[in-house]
């Protein structure tokens, strides 16, 4: 595909469930971001993956949240348990990795639109 | 981490140029300063990247001085669909490229 996709776009799911959403980079990008946004809000960083390092997930609000990278391609994000508070868009990015100016250029998905009950 | 500090929201009229300025006092030297646009219900696009003095393309112009303290993206003659939330980012460059989002601007655009 040509851009950043996310799925599912809108996820409705009951408190003390766990979800999954998933994030495809645009080929060829080795780095890849998670956000989220809360209705109204500026974007909070979640975690990171650049190439085969060692994800950052210095941004991650709780223990519930994790994500793995698999290849270095497709992203999944996990919440479990989920709670009324983590209800949000949950934005991916990525970008083609890299110090050199333009390649941190981040392109984004539409987001997975979480709504816990 | 670099911290950034935008006006929360601008108002303008159609036809008019915008020009919102980022303060980033804690740049660092090899930090690139990014800005992004964002609609609603979308995620954020990539406007325009600069690292000092000018930089201009077909949608803006990105105006920093030479301490690079502050930047400002200048918007030309600006339409209704240019109604969004503007972030500046600074990049924090230590072994990674990870780039920290701020609060956004909200420009309205007035008919």
């Known amino acids: 595909g040509a851009g950043v996709s996310q799925s599912p776009s809108n996820k409705v799911t009951e408190k003390g469930k766990d979800v999954e959403l998933r994030c495809d980079p645009i080929s060829g990008h080795t780095a890849l971001y998670w956000y989220r946004q809360s209705l109204g809000q500026g974007l909070e960083f979640l975690i990171y993956?650049?190439?085969?390092?060692?994800?950052?997930k210095s941004g991650l609000p709780s223990d519930r949240f994790s994500a793995e990278r698999t290849g270095g391609s497709v992203s999944t994000l996990t919440i479990q348990r989920t709670q009324q508070e983590d209800s949000a868009v949950y934005l991916c990015?990525?970008?083609?990795?890299?110090?050199?100016?333009?390649?941190?250029?981040?392109?984004f998905g539409a987001g997975t639109r979480l709504s816990v009950l | 981490l670099a911290k950034t500090t935008q006006p929360i929201s601008m108002d303008s009229y159609e036809g008019q140029e915008v020009n919102i300025t980022c303060s980033h006092n804690n740049i660092a030297t090899n930090d690139y300063i990014t800005w992004y646009q964002q609609f609603p219900s979308q995620g954020p696009r990539f406007i325009i990247q600069?690292?000092?003095t000018k930089v201009t393309n077909e949608v803006a112009s990105l105006f920093i001085p030479a301490d690079r303290k502050s930047s400002t993206l200048s918007l030309p003659r600006v339409s209704l669909s240019d109604t969004a939330v503007y972030y500046c980012?600074?990049?924090?460059?230590?072994?990674?490229?990870?780039?920290?989002f701020g609060t956004g601007t909200r420009l309205q655009v007035f008919p």
């Open positions: 600069g690292y000092k």
């Open positions: 990015a990525s970008s083609l990795g890299g110090l050199q100016m333009g390649k941190n250029i981040q392109y």
């Open positions: 993956f650049q190439g085969n390092s060692a994800p950052d």
């Open positions: 980012l600074v990049g924090v460059v230590y072994n990674t490229d990870k780039l920290i």
